[in-house]
């Protein structure tokens, strides 16, 4: 009987959606969902997230904007960020941001994509004072506390005997996780921000252990000091070239790639999230001299390992969690000291940058000898240099970097964009990364999590065929020439994804999503003891509706599937259906409720859901058995100044007793968790 309830609502949700149909925006927080699907790591997801979330509240005036911030703008390629500022820099002053349809390079979709990020204002013709951007600037503070009804393992009750026999059975801290944030912004000139932030179960006023947060950040960026283009302090994040010797700040997925593969060299960005790990903490500075720019930065920061027995790393801790006393004796016990340079050069359409980069750790890093680690850096220090490129010849773009290791390994990354009109743009890459290259700080585009025993090329487009009508599309075809975990032999692969989107109406659209990957694993067969290598695929298919009523409320419907594949065993299947209702047509109240009911056989055919969450958190679970999910969140600002929102999401399978384990384990078939969120702005 419930089963069906659920069906029946959500049919008629559907059935409500087509009929209202009048609007839809296209959101870019649909395009993080992609990297989560590609499993990128969660802190480097988090960090766009927090990026992406602090433009759209601080929209940049096209009446002030400076080429510097358009290419520091991370939605926009090289192309469309110079494209943009040659035409605002012949335009201005421009009188409504409808106006981005005259810029070249930038299609329907793209400048859907960036409206929120922009506004039109009044022309400022006297640079402020210090003083004045003292007094006019925008003070936040941001408060947020989050809590799991249900009882986990980990919060039980222990006696002391079990205790000292098994003392990483109970978590040491309260069950809740909360942040606090204060941050201080005029425009892009000056930016000032502290943090403090606890996990649930890491103490907080806890007997015996110290009080306060876990963990603490601070940031300062200042801008446009004479020849000083761009100086932090605290913690930022940083990216040279391509991504092969250093790149902790943002990373597209191969589907965004196809008309914005091109990366460069962007000035020392604040970190602001309270990731615990992927960023810097010291001192950057930027400096330009006519068509040169000099970057250089210095980090010293301390963060979590696991050791051996001899006191050498054997890999990095990154999930930033001290609950148990085994995480909190891992808290802070290595240190990294990095130091480095970019020297850029750019005259007209051509760009070429020379990089270095040299980091030391305060222990030997020697993770533990297997096949396919064999040609991991094993070392305390490594040093990485660069060369990156760049030339634009009208609408056809070369670009590359190829990178030098301590040991001598090259790899090289290079790739070409044509886009011969606003309605098709086609890219190409192809990567060269050797099993003996070793670069600690790097992210490049690959298909693996490391830049590192891996060649590839990639080929993608995106067009309209119709008016109404856009695609994107891309191949990956990829191997790796040693063997990596889990894969007892060099391997081979290929990604191959779809997007078609058809927009009803300027105000409502239907997308269909099609993605196939086919890999190669270890397989052990039922009846013997030894393993193979065999290939598998996942197919993923997603039909998804989405509108917009003027009245304010808005609809996405979708439909997604799951196939997975392994030679010589059964097919895995798993589906979803989700209905998500949101309210955007009040100053004081705006709100989201979410339902779906998913079905899968696997955990290697799960479903991903992407749910709107509080202003500053980023929220898409992956759910396998069968079950469903509802999700109400909203947002009430008290004043123009103070507003206060939250969630609550509950999650019910229908085909268990448990959920989790270990310490979080839950005793029952469902879990509730709240998100609260407070922001005062003055």
């Known amino acids: 009987m419930k089963h069906t309830i659920i069906h029946i609502f959500l049919i008629f949700a559907f059935c409500v959606n087509f009929y209202l149909a009048k609007a839809q925006s296209n959101d870019w927080r649909t395009h993080l969902e992609q990297l989560v699907e590609e499993e990128l790591d969660e802190a480097t997801v988090e960090n766009m997230f ?24 991370p939605l926009l390629s090289f192309e469309q960020a110079t494209n943009l ?21 930038l299609d329907f979709n793209t400048i859907e994509l960036i409206l929120p990020f922009f506004y039109v204002g009044e022309s400022e013709q006297v640079q402020p004072s210090a003083a004045e951007m003292l007094k006019y600037g925008k003070n936040e503070v941001q408060f947020q506390l989050d809590k799991t ?47 403090g932030e606890k996990d649930a179960g890491e103490p907080f006023f806890k007997k015996d252990y110290p009080k306060g947060y876990d963990h603490y950040g601070f ?98 801790k990154i999930d930033g969690y001290h609950r148990t006393p085994s995480e909190m004796e891992k808290k802070n016990n290595s240190r990294e000291q990095a130091t480095g340079i970019n020297i850029n050069y750019r005259k007209e359409q051509f760009q070429i940058g020379v990089s270095g980069i040299y980091h030391a750790y305060n222990r030997m890093y020697y993770p533990t000898v297997q096949e396919y680690n064999y040609y991991y850096l094993r070392d305390s220090s490594n040093f990485n240099a660069s060369i990156d490129y760049s030339y634009r010849f009208n609408r056809l773009t070369f670009a590359g970097e190829t990178a030098i290791a301590k040991n001598k390994a090259v790899a090289s990354t290079n790739m070409i964009q044509y886009s011969p009109s606003n309605l098709l743009s086609l890219s190409a890459l192809y990567r060269y990364f050797p099993v003996s290259y070793n670069a600690m700080h790097a992210q490049s585009f690959s298909e693996g999590s490391r830049t590192q025993n891996e060649n590839g090329l990639y080929v993608g487009a995106t067009f309209s065929p119709l008016r ?80 917009t009523l003027n009245s304010g409320w808005n609809f996405r419907t979708t439909v997604d599937a799951a196939l997975y594949r392994q030679k010589h065993f059964p097919q895995e299947k798993g589906f979803m259906i989700s209905q998500n209702i949101g309210y955007r047509g009040s100053e004081k109240i ?27 958190t980023f929220y898409m679970p992956s759910f396998y058995g069968e079950g469903m999910r509802l999700a109400l969140s909203g947002r009430y600002n008290i004043t123009s100044r103070l507003s206060f929102s939250a969630k609550i999401g509950h999650t019910r399978y229908f085909d268990r007793e448990t959920i989790g384990s270990g310490t979080e384990l839950i005793e029952g078939n469902s879990r509730t968790d709240v998100f609260t969120y407070l922001r005062w702005r003055f």
């Open 590 to 616: 705006s709100g989201d409720l979410f339902a779906g009911y998913f079905k899968s056989d696997t955990f290697a055919a799960r479903l991903y859901s992407y749910e709107r969450n509080i202003l500053t």
């Open 50 to 73: 927090q990026e992406l979330t602090m433009l759209e509240n601080n929209p940049m005036n096209l009446n002030t904007v400076s080429r510097e911030q358009l290419e520091r703008f």
């Open 468 to 547: 109404k009508l856009s695609v994107t599309t891309y191949v990956d075809i990829f191997r790796f020439p040693w063997v990596k975990s889990q894969v007892d032999q060099p391997s081979k692969g290929v990604d191959i994804y779809f997007l078609g989107t058809y927009a009803v109406n300027r105000n409502s659209n239907f997308e269909i999503r099609y993605k196939f990957k086919q890999k190669e694993q270890n397989a052990r067969y039922p009846d013997e003891n030894s393993r193979t290598v065999l290939p598998y695929n996942t197919q993923k298919i997603r039909l998804r509706y989405n509108n």
């Open 219 to 316: 940031h300062l960026i200042v801008r446009d000091i004479g020849k000083l283009k761009t100086l932090a302090v605290g913690d930022y994040r940083l990216s040279f070239g391509q991504g092969l010797i250093l790149n902790n700040d943002f990373m597209l997925s191969k589907s965004w790639a196809t008309n914005n593969i091109i990366r460069r060299t962007q000035d020392p960005k604040r970190h602001f999230s309270t990731a615990e790990s992927g960023f810097f903490r010291g001192a950057a500075a930027v400096f330009g001299f006519s068509n040169i720019k000099l970057t250089t930065f210095y980090s010293n920061r301390r963060f979590d390992a696991n050791l051996s027995n001899d006191g050498e790393m054997t890999s990095f």
């Open 149 to 195: 009804l249900n009882k986990r393992a980990g919060y039980g009750e222990f006696s002391d005997s079990i205790l000292e026999r098994y003392p990483n059975r109970k978590y040491r801290g309260e069950d809740f996780y909360t942040s606090l944030k204060y941050s201080f912004a005029y425009r892009d000139k000056i930016q000032f921000g502290l943090l």
């Open 85 to 105: 500022a040659d035409f605002l820099e012949k335009n201005r002053p421009v009188y409504t941001v409808f106006e981005l349809r005259n810029v070249s390079y």
